[in-house]
């Protein structure tokens, strides 16, 4: 047997060390420990507000970034055990589980600013704050772009709805990073890392599937087709997005409109398709940052809340 | 290190057992090494309290979803009290984000000896981040042969943290922990 070299770097297997043997899953009680009582996102970091801005319109432009994340990824969470191949059902279920942990930081920042945005429920409730805004508002109190509740489609609609959503997140959260409000920027950061991995999954499954087989070219010409209508929305300002972005805690969408269209010509270059033109007069755009959204997000949240709503006292 | 002013010898004896107890937690999805190693656990102070001293230890989770924050803040509350520290507050810490790169040499080192291929450096940018459509390209070597003759099979693998890969040579799967 050879000199195995990272002997000399770890040492040994000695007994009591973390890298004993049986101090691994199995010999380890403490692996098993369950029962301390706190489940706070933001357990510990200073919540304090900026100086400023409103802490009504910070939370519900937290409510605007965190909502986004949480259908988008209710909507990819419908593909696991349903994707063409076991790897990509684990890419969406990666992809969908990173943005349920920004949505809960996101929901969770929104309550820490502004407790009065949380639904009441009966005080002998478990539900922590972020869990009561996910579960107990109702479709008008959600502030998600129309292009994450859009039904979920085939895997080419899956594939450009993801290109699209994630390009135009990584910019915003980009510029988030410089938020002045430091719980946010942290959130903006860390989100960086994680939907660069996105967009480049996603753009690389675009640029195969229109470059593939006439069917597969077929589908993505016509999920373009089906989704492009709702693109204006995600440069369109909410009042609410100005005021926080002139204070200095958010983003203004059109500010990161050429940068956006930027990174999706290159895909489409790649792709060999045209990239249609982004129509930014008022009347072509949705309203789902006023809370006005489609059916499909009424059956969406109908299979999302279900549980939380039978059960609101309910704890396992 | 913060020892209390008031018991300053008692508060650095309570500091070195507080910070070698949490020093021997597991991290639970990728358990051949600690979270000292993985760079999760941060740091492990005492405050004094009106009840007596308190041990504050400070985590910042890998990804935004980990789901597994919850099980590292119970297996540490259970490990320091087993070690004789009874009133235990886990922390978040949410800035600095988490960088592969804390990832300790030992850690790395472990993580090779079990099978799982570690990260390399993380290429840090401010402004835009640039678009990658062509092939990912890593220095990996498979952990089990070293050949260098690896294949990707999916930047998303079992956990949020790892890359799935195939070695051309030995023809074993693999993991890779992904660079963020």
Not at chain 1, 295 to 312: D, F, S
């Amino acid at each position: 047997m050879s000199h195995d070299p990272l002997a000399d770097v770890i040492g040994p297997d000695d007994p009591g060390s973390p890298y004993d043997a049986d101090s691994l899953l199995i010999g380890d009680d403490a692996h098993w420990a369950f029962g301390t009582d706190f489940e706070d996102p933001l357990a510990g970091v200073d919540t304090t507000l900026p100086d400023g801005v409103d802490p009504a319109e910070l939370a519900e432009y937290c409510l605007m970034l965190g909502d986004d994340a949480l259908v988008l990824s209710q909507r990819l969470s419908e593909w696991c055990s349903r994707a063409p191949d076991l790897e990509e059902d684990v890419a969406l279920a990666n992809i969908a589980l990173d943005l349920l942990g920004q949505a809960r930081l996101l929901l969770a920042r929104a309550a820490a600013a502004d407790p009065g945005c949380v639904p009441d429920l009966p005080p002998s409730s478990p539900v922590p704050p972020e869990d009561a805004l996910a579960f107990f508002r109702d479709d008008r109190e959600f502030r998600n772009v129309h292009l994450a509740e859009a039904p979920r489609g085939d895997f080419g609609e899956a594939v450009t709805r993801l290109v699209l959503l994630s390009s135009w997140r990584l910019a915003l959260l980009g510029r988030l990073r410089e938020s002045s409000d430091p719980v946010l920027a942290a959130i903006a950061a860390k989100g960086v890392a994680e939907v660069t991995y996105h967009r480049d999954y996603a753009a690389r499954w675009f640029v195969t599937l229109a470059r593939g087989t006439d069917e597969s070219r077929r589908r993505l010409a016509s999920a373009i087709a089906v989704l492009w209508p709702l693109v204006p929305e995600l440069f369109a300002a909410h009042d609410i997005e100005v005021r926080v972005a002139e204070a200095g805690a958010g983003v203004e969408p059109a500010a990161v409109l050429d940068e956006v269209t930027g990174v999706l010509d290159q895909v489409f270059d790649a792709a060999g398709l045209e990239r249609p033109a982004i129509d930014l007069r008022p009347h072509a755009r949705q309203r789902g940052r006023d809370g006005v959204h489609t059916e499909a997000m009424g059956l969406l949240l109908a299979e999302m809340q279900v549980v939380a709503r039978a059960h609101p006292t309910g704890v396992w | 290190m913060t020892a209390t002013p008031t018991h300053p010898t008692t508060g650095t004896d309570l500091v070195e057992r507080a910070r070698a107890a949490a020093a021997q937690v597991v991290d639970p999805e990728l358990p051949v090494l600690t979270l000292a190693d993985l760079g999760v656990l941060r740091d492990v102070t005492i405050e004094d309290g009106p009840d007596g001293d308190l041990v504050v230890v400070t985590v910042t989770p890998t990804y935004s979803g980990c789901p597994a924050m919850a099980t590292m803040r119970d297996d540490l509350v259970h490990r320091l009290r087993t070690a004789g520290l009874p009133r235990v507050q886990v922390r978040l810490s949410l800035a600095p984000a988490w960088s592969s790169d804390w990832i300790t040499p030992r850690g790395r080192a472990a993580l090779r000896k079990h099978g799982i291929s570690p990260p390399g450096p993380v290429e840090r940018r401010d402004g835009p981040v640039p678009l990658t459509l062509g092939p990912v390209r890593r220095a990996t070597q498979c952990p089990r042969c070293t050949s260098a003759d690896v294949e990707l099979v999916s930047e998303f693998g079992p956990t949020a943290c790892t890359a799935l890969y195939r070695c051309r040579a030995c023809l074993d799967p693999f993991e890779h922990v992904k660079e963020i």
